[in-house]
């Protein structure tokens, strides 16, 4: 007698997608243990974040009594704005700074990227390399001769002088990155437009340049972050309070005998604010800007 197994008439599925059950299991542990891994560096990344918050709304007396890391006995939310009035003229000197240095290291740097991406004449490859390397020379090694500079033409304590210093010091890198993008785009763009009888200036303004948004907008990021949160130039570079960015406004909390620590705390938050704000208008490109000039292809 022959047994059939019959189950409302449908015969028993088998697996088709030739997984096996360990290796669903070890795909699940191992998806597990990288999303553990990220939520652990995120808790570490944001924990000096969290004590920054909780100092600036915390007073002096709280601060030294309880330890920088315990629970605010009361809230001091007057801190902020007590911190951002005696910041406000740091604020408006960097604004004065950052913007002017971004635009004009943007603009050299996206024709320079056009020009020894595309542009083929005699020495490009050599002058890409001498501009690239230019990154790579130590900061420090040019504090003295920068400041004797600015000194000796009347810059010094003026906001060109830290201008002038941010474009020169960020057009290298920004190069590197245009050059590399404007290599990923295809060439048959160009000779199109030439075809058509556009000129070397409408190909570079109205293809190359729209088509670099994403690199453009992850230069901004990274550009506008570092001029607002420098410190070096603004030391080196500057006497009156009315030219100094706000980082160095944040020394001001500092007095000769005891330290602020709450006023200190507000200032970098209130610092922080503009950055964040930048990032998060930009974000849309900035990854794939990012990503889009890391390769030729």
């Known amino acids: 007698m022959v047994q059939t197994n019959v189950n409302n008439g449908v015969a028993p599925k088998k697996r088709t997608d030739g997984t096996s059950l360990y290796e669903r299991y070890e795909e699940t542990a191992a998806r597990t243990s990288q999303i553990g891994l990220l939520l652990l560096l995120a808790l570490i990344f944001f924990l000096p974040i969290g004590g920054t918050l909780l100092t600036a709304i915390r007073s002096v007396p709280d601060i030294t009594q309880n330890g920088a890391w315990a629970w605010p006995e009361t809230f001091h939310f007057e801190n902020l704005q007590q911190a951002f009035w005696q910041m406000l003229p740091y604020l408006k000197a960097s604004v004065i700074i950052t913007l002017p240095s971004v635009f004009g290291t943007l603009l050299v740097a996206t024709m320079a990227g056009y020009s020894l991406s595309r542009m083929r004449f005699r020495g490009r490859i050599w002058m890409f390399l001498v501009i690239v390397s230019l990154s790579f020379v130590p900061v420090h090694t040019q504090l003295i001769p920068v400041f004797r500079l600015m000194s000796n ?3 010094h304590d003026t906001f060109l002088a830290q201008i002038i210093v941010h474009v ?5 890198f920004a ?3 245009m050059t590399n993008f404007f290599n990923s ?3 048959e763009l160009r000779e199109a437009a030439r075809i058509d009888g556009a000129n070397e200036w409408k190909i570079f303004q109205r293809i190359y340049v729209p088509v ?7 230069l901004v990021v ?14 080196v570079l500057t006497q009156g309070a009315d ?4 980082t160095v406004g944040i020394l001001s ?4 005998y005891e330290i602020a620590y709450n006023m200190v705390a507000s200032g970098a938050v209130i610092a922080a604010i503009p950055t964040l704000a930048v990032f998060l208008i930009f974000q849309k490109h900035f990854i794939r800007g990012m990503t889009m000039g890391s390769v030729k292809g």
């Open 153 to 155: 033409i009347g810059l």
């Open 168 to 172: 020169m010091r960020h057009i290298p």
């Open 175 to 177: 190069v590197l990155i």
């Open 185 to 187: 785009v295809p060439g």
């Open 212 to 218: 670099a948004r994403p690199a453009i907008s992850a």
């Open 222 to 235: 990274l550009e506008f972050t570092w001029i607002w949160n420098d410190l070096l130039w603004g030391l």
């Open 243 to 246: 030219k100094r960015p706000v």
């Open 253 to 256: 909390f500092q007095g000769e």
